[in-house]
């Protein structure tokens, strides 16, 4: 699979303080990165860095295959922050602002298309300033857009929005992923939001990516299961039934806690441990969620 973005060891120092730490990140074509980190991570600081408005004390950064990421900030669209946009004028004439601005020759039709897009169309001369916070956000990724960017780099872009303009940004990324073939690289904090949305995932924590991995790998470590605590001297006779059972099995070895698939047969898989004279101390579902696996990541507290 191509990168469209590769990082290697890229380090920023504000005063005594990294924030941004020996970063290693690979994005791949067709990829919705979900960037995930607190507020203070070091998400921000990293994008800055990838868009050149902030210069990275070391480290290199290769985009769409080049060194010279001045060519690929070229196919790159972004929002960083807050919306940006002329407040005063129209979502059309806001677009043909930004197009003026990047150099890009838009046709009547194009600019059309764009809003259709965006699920702007219907917003005729009514001002930017009026909108409502979704769609300030759906305009500002508009003007992203303009230019058809291949890789879109998108930073808390559901921050603030209420339920129906975070699934309405949700959607147009998942639009523009499927439909136009656009790489997203999309930041938050929040990851239940994330987990409807992004193909692999980078957690980053007081600026080092502390681990990158897939959807599926998510999925895999957040299913729901059956839990069951045995004695420490229990450990081994436990291991052997399961084993014996062919009953797929994780072991926490520091809890003494075997997790079996939710679709066993909890109910007779306890008789038969049992009759083996291994017998829990506890048992009971485990239903993981999203945010505890994140603040395991990270070592963090709910707050």
């Known amino acids: 699979m191509d990168n469209v973005l590769k990082i290697r060891g890229l380090t920023k120092t504000f005063g005594q303080t990294n924030a941004v730490d020996r970063v290693d990140m690979n994005i791949e074509l067709g990829d919705i990165y979900g960037f995930i980190g607190r507020n203070g991570a070091g998400k921000t600081t990293l994008i800055r860095i990838l868009l050149g408005l902030c210069e990275q004390n070391s480290g290199e950064i290769e985009l769409f295959g080049s060194s010279n990421i001045f060519e690929g900030r070229d196919k790159t669209g972004c929002i960083i922050e807050n919306p ?153 006779a436990a291991n052997e039934f399961f084993t014996e059972a062919n009953t797929k099995f994780t072991l926490n070895n520091e809890k003494y806690v075997f997790t079996i698939s939710s679709e066993e047969n909890s109910n007779e898989i306890l008789k038969q441990l049992t009759a083996k004279g291994v017998i829990p101390t506890s048992y009971g579902s485990k239903n993981v969620d999203l945010e505890d696996y994140f603040l395991e990541l990270i070592g963090g507290k709910h707050e």
């Open 84 to 236: 940006a946009f002329f407040p005063k004028m129209s979502a059309k004439d806001n677009i043909i602002a930004q197009s003026k601005v990047i150099g890009v020759k838009l046709s009547n039709e194009e600019i059309e298309d764009l809003l259709r897009t965006v699920g702007l169309e219907s917003t005729g001369r009514k001002k930017a300033k009026d909108f409502s916070l979704g769609m300030k956000q759906r305009l500002s990724i508009a003007l992203a857009l303009v230019g058809n960017p291949e890789f879109l780099v998108l930073d808390e872009p559901t921050n603030g929005l209420d339920p129906e303009g975070i699934r309405d940004v949700r959607n147009l990324i998942l639009k523009l992923n499927k439909e136009k073939n656009i790489t997203v690289l999309v930041s938050s904090h929040i990851l239940g939001e994330l987990h409807k949305l992004a193909t692999r995932y980078g957690v980053i924590d007081k600026g080092r990516l502390i681990k990158e991995f897939t959807a599926k790998e998510l999925d895999e470590k957040t299913e729901d299961g059956f839990e069951i605590k045995v004695r420490e001297e229990d450990v081994l």
